[in-house]
């Protein structure tokens, strides 16, 4: 099994540094275990579920300690990335440029919208909130600096029923995947852990089936990744992710280009 969506202490609401999570990976069988903690920002903002720019050796750091310790696995350095225009810079030439990572993931987990930013997590139920969500999210994707996109149907979270409109954002998300070749995750935090209520009773939150279900009509990959926040998530929803992938026919991504 492979991961490569796995956070530390350091975002601080994480628990476990690198270390933990290797031996946790090691003990359920993970082949490649990649690491994505949520990056930190040049100018601090949101600054409290985040790393601070003053970890980034450490963080580094330790990954590079573990593949030391741990050469039967493939450990890889990655970050998980909000995307804003004034990032773009930082994303490139610190991240993968002086601290050479070897990929970044992003996580739409802000979107701007009335002048200001707004949370995925906490976002109205409200169409002009899902269309403000996806176009950012586009914009990011098109922003070529990701190997991947974690939780892309982040959104139903917040967005309840499935209408015209989540339909809509959902196949303008695919067809930007399709056109830049770019994998969508089907995230294992949220097949484990993410239950919302609805109208018609409760569901997944993400991964959304009806989401992935059209992610079947396009030429897209996907990649399941368990988004382990504790050592003992290492390998969440890793399992039924597949399973749910296969069930829909989707394509795996293959991530050799990354050393894994
Ligand atoms: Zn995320
Ligand atoms: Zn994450």
Same mark, same amino acid.
């Given at each position: 099994m492979k991961n490569y969506h796995t956070h530390t202490f350091r975002c601080k609401h994480a628990i476990g540094d690198v270390a933990d999570y290797v031996e946790a990976a090691a003990a359920r069988g993970i082949s490649v275990l990649g690491f994505a903690d949520h990056t930190p920002l040049p100018d601090g903002r949101?600054?409290?579920?985040r790393m601070a720019v003053e970890d980034l050796p450490g963080y580094v750091g330790a990954i590079e300690q573990a593949k030391k310790d741990n050469p039967q696995m493939t450990i890889l350095k990655g970050m998980e990335c909000e995307w804003a225009a004034e990032y773009h810079s930082f994303f490139r030439d610190?991240?993968?440029?002086?601290?050479?990572?070897d990929y970044l993931v992003l996580g739409c987990h802000q979107f701007p919208i009335n002048g200001g930013w707004q949370s995925s997590h906490t976002a109205p139920n409200d169409a002009a909130y899902l269309a403000a969500y996806t176009k950012h999210l586009i914009a990011s994707m098109q922003s070529? &600096? /990701?190997a991947f996109v974690a939780h892309?149907? &982040? /959104?139903g979270l917040t967005y309840l029923e499935w209408d015209e409109e989540a339909e809509a954002a959902a196949r303008d998300i695919l067809s930007a995947a399709e056109e830049l070749n770019l994998p969508l995750e089907i995230n294992g935090l949220g097949l484990s852990h993410r239950v919302v209520q609805t109208s018609l009773g409760p569901r997944t939150?993400?991964?959304?089936l009806p989401f992935w279900e059209l992610a079947a009509e396009f030429d897209v990959q996907v990649v399941v990744n368990?988004?382990?926040?504790q050592p003992q998530g290492v390998a969440q929803g890793l399992r039924e992710g597949l399973m749910f992938a296969r069930k829909l026919g989707l394509t795996l991504a293959e991530f050799d280009h990354l050393g894994g």
């Open positions: 949101w600054s409290s579920i610190v991240l993968l440029g002086e601290f050479g990572l070529g &600096l /990701f892309p149907d &982040l /959104f939150a993400y991964p959304w368990s988004d382990a926040h």
